[in-house]
């Protein structure tokens, strides 16, 4: 692990909210262990191992049934310990591959059958080298005969560069971490309205409210300033979003997240049981478990 990266905490507090019956942890990765699975060399960090043992551990403790396992891009699209971990999880769980554009058919199916269902988008440089957008739309044609959706992973000040982009994908389209909008500029600046407007217009634009760790300003274990911009999306899309813990939580250098106290935000961003039975269950069951 690289030396200024927090590993996750090994004992988190037990949430006192009781997730829905069947809810999804919809955003989670598993890392190695390396000797098994080692991490692509192109990488950009080098995490903790966090072995599908731990994630699966995890999940029984918080109250959840099902994940959704996300390709971390230190392993590159050596989707092996993702597929791994799908297949011990005896469907209860599902992935989202990385792939590149010389991806065979037969691999492709391969990852389906093990349980992906599409296929990330990364545009934060910091975490990966430029990929042309020629080579991501030859890739989105491909997985939408199967199915599968895109998720995308970007900064806030991207986003009205890649709103064309966007709009040109012939799938559903999950956007990672609300589009990391600045907490500091509040709800209603014109970069977080701008994600809200995309999503009003393109209903099939989905998603995460997560990753209050990650984007906080006022910081643990409250992340009071995470709530209004979750609870907008919450509240004006409840059929179109998803909620996860993001565990094991890398490259987090001030503070590790309690997976406990993370639970605990989900009744003060989606306040009401039906709000809470669509962003935990139904929504990732229809996207994920629909086949």
Same mark, same amino acid.
């Not at 006192?16 to 060399?41: N, R, T």
């Not at 469907?91 to 037969?106: K, Q, Y």
């Not at 990966?128 to 806030?156: M, N, Q």
């Given at each position: 692990? $690289?030396?200024?990266?927090?590993?996750? +905490? &090994?004992?988190?507090?037990?949430?006192?909210?009781? &997730?829905?019956?069947?809810? %999804?942890?919809?955003?989670?990765?598993?890392?190695?262990?390396?000797?098994?699975?080692?991490?692509?060399?192109?990488?950009?960090?080098?995490?903790?191992?966090?072995?599908?043992?731990?994630?699966?551990?995890?999940?029984?403790?918080?109250?959840?049934?099902?994940?959704?396992?996300?390709?971390?891009?230190?392993?590159?699209?050596?989707?092996?310990?993702?597929?791994?971990?799908?297949?011990?999880?005896?469907?209860?769980?599902?992935?989202?591959?990385?792939?590149?554009?010389? %991806?065979?058919?037969?691999?492709?199916?391969?990852?389906?059958?093990?349980?992906?269902?599409? %296929?990330?988008?990364?545009?934060?440089?910091?975490?990966?080298?430029?990929?042309?957008?020629?080579?991501?739309?030859?890739?989105?044609?491909?997985?939408?005969?199967?199915?599968?959706?895109?998720?995308?992973?970007?900064?806030?000040?991207?986003?009205?560069?890649?709103?064309?982009?966007?709009?040109?994908?012939?799938? +559903?389209?999950?956007?990672? *971490?609300?589009?990391?909008?600045?907490?500091?500029?509040?709800?209603?600046?014109?970069?977080?309205?701008?994600?809200?407007?995309?999503?009003?217009?393109?209903?099939?634009?989905?998603?995460?409210?997560?990753?209050?760790?990650?984007?906080?300003?006022?910081?643990?274990?409250?992340?009071? $300033?995470? %709530?209004?911009?979750?609870?907008?999306?919450?509240?004006?899309?409840?059929?179109?979003?998803?909620?996860?813990?993001?565990? &094991?939580?890398?490259?987090?250098?001030? *503070?590790?997240?309690?997976?406990?106290?993370?639970?605990?935000?989900? &009744?003060?961003?989606?306040?009401?049981?039906?709000?809470?039975?669509?962003?935990?269950?139904?929504?990732?069951?229809?996207?994920?478990?629909?086949?």
């Amino acid at each position: 692990m $690289d030396a200024d990266y927090m590993p996750f +905490k &090994p004992n988190p507090t037990r949430p006192s909210f009781v &997730p829905p019956l069947g809810a %999804v942890d919809a955003h989670c990765h598993v890392f190695g262990p390396a000797g098994v699975f080692p991490y692509a060399p192109e990488r950009k960090y080098t995490p903790c191992d966090a072995p599908k043992e731990k994630l699966f551990a995890l999940r029984d403790f918080l109250g959840f049934s099902r994940n959704v396992i996300v390709q971390a891009t230190c392993h590159g699209a050596d989707n092996r310990a993702l597929v791994d971990a799908l297949k011990a999880a005896n469907g209860l769980a599902r992935g989202i591959a990385t792939v590149r554009a010389t %991806v065979s058919d037969a691999e492709l199916k391969a990852l389906d059958e093990a349980g992906v269902r599409g %296929v990330r988008f990364n545009f934060v440089k910091r975490l990966v080298d430029a990929t042309p957008r020629e080579t991501y739309v030859s890739i989105a044609e491909r997985i939408a005969k199967l199915g599968w959706h895109i998720v995308v992973y970007f900064e806030a000040h991207e986003l009205a560069d890649l709103i064309p982009f966007l709009n040109s994908l012939p799938t +559903k389209i999950v956007v990672d *971490h609300m589009g990391r909008p600045d907490f500091a500029k509040g709800v209603d600046h014109p970069d977080f309205r701008r994600f809200v407007d995309l999503m009003a217009a393109n209903p099939r634009i989905w998603s995460k409210v997560t990753c209050p760790e990650r984007l906080s300003i006022s910081g643990p274990p409250a992340y009071d $300033d995470f %709530v209004p911009f979750a609870r907008a999306l919450v509240e004006s899309f409840p059929d179109r979003v998803l909620w996860g813990t993001d565990w &094991p939580h890398p490259n987090m250098t001030t *503070h590790m997240p309690d997976d406990g106290d993370l639970t605990n935000m989900i &009744p003060r961003i989606a306040p009401t049981p039906d709000e809470r039975q669509a962003l935990l269950v139904d929504n990732p069951m229809r996207l994920y478990w629909s086949r």
